[in-house]
């Protein structure tokens, strides 16, 4: 008994230790956190998902056993106990307890029991009644399934327990040891596993993962286990037919389902059904649930523009989600490997612009949450469009990944198109702003980058730049020689270029006169650029439309600045895509479960009958005196609660009135 | 000797076991038969007129509240009035939204103009009078201490806020549906929902156990942990426009939530309704102690619980944290202060072990159901019925925290202040459970992040 209460506290807290330490994570993550030493010592206890630890398992196994025997061997005692009326009992011997009563009856033996034997019909209780020489003993309970309740609640822990750890891992593990089986940790077709990392078919208990695209069909899910997987072949296939995500209007999705022709491999008979979240398909003893989503190959069609040198030749890529794509010749990199992961169709941001909350007033304040409690606050999202994601590998092994949008958004007042960059999934991404073009594209800006990177064309930009800002004829060499130079560095590293030869004391001078300057003759080197390629020149004929030209200046000043860091040789633009979609199925047998809906039955008939049916027992000992009788009666709970006295005070007057 | 004179009233004492003039719980009499055929006739007219919008499930959980709300009110008087209030105050407020159109209509801007639904009906205005009256009355069974009346004004204000609330909520459950077919539904969904069903279900359950004990005096004390849910709320509600009805994301849309939820949350509210009369017990227990040692323990532990919401609340020590951890200080402080007077009012300790234990034992059913009924929504929406995830897993600590507290008291009498402490320490894991679960660990049940 208290040896099941310290293991219960045990789980209590390694699970504990589960909940604050993320588990089944990678490997990498724990010792970037813990360190290698530590990493190693927790590792033997396997901490990293101790759910399904040896020890975990262990304890469960023992706490299964403990509370066995401990109901073995009390469950008949109880039993017995709770269907003994204790009639045998001393009559004398009732006055040792503590709720007893009294007294002297005028009514004679036979009448007196009477009345009490409907009394106590009346309230429930059965009883004995038992007399010899010295008179006669009713012995009465009630309530008795309350000890039930103690079997009931303990059978329901073993029970648990037990399809809990049928449904644990422990089974597969034991088949990977048993059975020979090793885990798979490259990546290869289904098709290509060999025996040793595949399931028997009639694995009586597994947890797997199944990914089917649009259109196509699958009989294996995929089990992971340690850091490999496992195939796990199943009874039937499945098709995908559609998956569809429907939507909100505020964006959010509002259901996933997936359309899907089950193809039964013994009977050859095929049916369709719709699996959705909180709709699964059982079949053959297997659940399908819809789990989550995944791209299933969408065909994506690029427009990569070159972002070194002064060249400005697009070039068109081809490629597979899931797939790396090649460059063309034409794209002049030839040390990258370009991997495109993900297409998003549908990107819901939140376009607030960031506005502060500006302070109210207390009565503001409450006004703004009375009424109806209808939500302002998704006017700010909005759907942005697709967008692609892509990972560059240089030849040193470094790898980016890149998320580009496939159209601009309204940000403060500009179009820009946004193009992220992370390391790695772990960190955000940091976001490029590129200013959109007349055409809504990215052209423009690109062309004026192959520009800025073509001396001829510096010099051009420098040169209109010193006769419009220039005071005097004798400055305007000067000026020309300072914007070159300035544009020079800038397009070679940025404003860092700018900065690195001058001390650091003197740098805010410097940048506050280069960057206006830059700014200047970036200007008029788009100006210089658009003649080039024969675009009619920038309007500038009114107020608001200089504005939106400086601010498009402005916009590509920054996105310039920051090239010289954006790690990757190339820019690609999603041109057109063609989205296959694919289901993420849980595909589960878990013999556990029905034993553990029969344990939760058990529970709940447990806690319930320990709490609301009270046990009663109550004795009463009638003794003929003279013409009447002498009462004597006890009663007796399991537990002495407030209730019980009070329903004693209640029996002791009844107990009164009726002997009266 | 007849029947009849064992049914009357054979023992006289305040305390009478079914709240209300009753001696006994007897046979329903005929106003709860009206009741329970009000309740049913209502739940056919939803079946006959909106039965296609529901599934098989849903009629039944309707016809299953049916039954479920008349016992309910069979048991507990009081309840019918509160009902049949609510019920046609939120009736009025689908009225009003409708206008004249229909009770199918509706237009949702309706609440800025019309002047009972800014002001009084509208599920947000509802719900702030909620605050404003829990927070009235926690003040009013202070000042009860003292007077009477105050004391008295205190459970009318507990009733009036118990009322405005679940008007609140019944009119949000109507105004989700009127901002799009699709958006609307039971108001249970995510942690502002859900903090006014906790401050409800607290409140409820204490003035059962007021009528029922026929005192007063842990009014203070219990509502001491509604207003601090209250203040969370209004906090939620200012800072995070909290209050905005979102439509529920795909893994929640199932009838399960109507029933989990509702019962995970009787849980709560007991389990922190026990532990704040644990504080009235040791209060009780130390009433005429002049040694401040004993009191430490009780003190540091009665202000963590105070700033808790706040806690979790904010990510930093900032001002308001301090302040109001402060502030909970200075309460708790004060109510050592005055332990005296204030034990003197409190009902015996065996009336306040009797309730702490009763609440947990209430809790610990209602938990264990709402544990089982996670698992088996689990079961149909994450393919497993149980995958150790954060909120299962505190849930699971939960549970065992109370077994161990019911299996100590009933097999081996656990009794007095060691009982009352670890139910005050209870809520500190409840709470953890409830809110800290959302704020420091990401799981599957994140759907009440802060």
Known sequence: MRFAVSLLMFICVASLIGTVLQQNQAPSTYVDRFGPFWFALFDKFSIWHIYNSWWFLLIMGFLVVSTSICLLRNAPKMIRDARSFREYVRGGSLRAFHHRVELASPLAPQEASGRIEQWLRSHGYKWKRREDDEGVLLAAKKGGANRLGYIFAHAAIVVICVGGLLDSELLLRLQVWLGDKHPITQNMMIADVPESGRLPAGNPSFRANMLVPDGSISGNAIVSLENGVLVQPLPFSIKLNKFDVEYYSTGMPSSFKSDVEVIDHDTGKTFNKVIEVNEPLRYKGITVYQSSFDDGGSKLELLGYPLHGSGEQTFDVEGVVGQAAKLPAAAGVSNVSVDLTGLRVINVENLDNGKEPQPKDVLQQVAAVTGSAAGAKNEHLRNVGPSVQYRVVDSNGQSYEFTNYMLPMQLDGSEVFLAGVRRSAAEPYRYMRIPADANHSVAEFMSLRAALNDPGMRAQAAERFAQANANDAAQRPLLQKAAEGALESFARGGFNEIVVKVPSAEREKVLGFAVPMIQLSLAELRDINRARNGLAPVDRSNPQAQQAAMRWTQTALLAFANLPDYPAPVFLSLKNFQQVQASVFQVARSPGKNIVYLGCIFLVLGVFSMFYIRDRRIWVWIRPQGQGSELLAAMTSQRRTLDFSREFERFKDAFKRLST | ?450
Not at chain 2, 24 to 29: S, V
Not at chain 2, 139 to 145: L, P, R, T
Not at chain 2, 256 to 278: C, D, E, Q, R
């Open chain 2, 1 to 450: 000797m007849s029947d009849t004179t064992l049914n009357t009233p054979a023992w006289q004492d305040p305390m009478v076991s079914s709240g209300d003039s009753r001696g006994q719980r007897g046979k329903p009499d005929w106003t709860d038969i009206l009741f329970f055929l009000i309740l049913a006739v209502g739940a056919g007219y939803a079946l006959s007129n909106y039965g296609s919008y529901m599934d098989y499930y849903e009629k039944l959980i309707l016809c299953g509240a049916v039954v479920g709300f008349s016992w309910a009110a069979w048991l507990w008087r009081p309840l019918r009035a509160l009902m049949v209030a609510s019920g046609l105050s939120a009736l009025f407020a689908i009225w009003l939204y409708s206008n004249g159109h229909g009770l199918a209509q509706g237009d949702i801007t309706r609440a800025e103009s019309v002047f009972f639904l800014k002001y009084l009906f509208s599920s947000q205005s509802a719900i702030l009078w909620m605050c404003a009256l829990f927070a009235l009355a926690t003040i009013c069974y202070w000042v009860g201490f003292v007077s009477k009346t105050a004391a008295w004004m205190g459970t009318f204000l507990t009733w009036g806020a118990v009322y405005a609330g679940v008007t609140g909520l019944l009119v949000r459950w109507r105004e989700g549906h009127l901002l799009g077919p699709d958006i609307g539904h039971i108001p249970v969904s995510n942690l502002y929902e859900v903090f006014v069903l906790f401050s409800l279900i607290t409140a409820l359950f204490y003035l059962y156990y007021e009528r029922r004990y026929a005192t007063r005096a842990l009014g203070g004390f219990v509502l001491m942990v509604v207003t601090s849910a209250v203040v969370f709320l209004l906090w939620y509600s200012f800072t995070r426009d909290a209050y905005q009805i979102q439509p529920l994301v795909p893994a929640l849309k199932s009838w399960w939530m109507k029933i989990h939820v509702p019962a995970n949350f009787i849980g709560y509210g007991t389990f922190s309704l026990s532990a704040m009369v644990g504080f009235a017990y040791l209060i009780k227990e130390h009433g005429e102690t002049r040694s401040r040692a004993r009191l430490i323990p009780l003190f540091v532990l009665g202000a963590v619980l105070c700033a808790e919401p706040f806690i979790f609340g904010s990510r930093e020590v900032s001002l308001t944290w301090m302040l109001y951890f402060g502030l909970g200080a200075i309460i708790v402080g004060t109510i050592l202060a005055f332990r005296g007077p204030i034990s003197r009012k409190l009902p015996s300790l065996e009336v306040l072990d009797d309730i702490m234990y009763r609440a947990i034992a209430v809790g610990f059913a209602f938990f264990t159901v709402a544990t089982i009924l996670g698992a088996l929504w689990a079961a149909d929406a994450w393919g497993t019925y149980w995958q150790w995830d954060p909120k299962e897993t505190w849930a699971l600590i939960v549970w065992l925290n109370y077994a161990a507290w019911l299996h100590m008291r009933l097999m081996k009498g656990l009794r007095g202040p060691m009982a009352a402490y670890w139910a005050l320490g209870g809520l500190l894991v409840t709470s953890f459970a409830f809110l800290g679960v959302n704020m420091f660990l990401s799981g599957l049940h994140s759907y009440g992040e802060l």
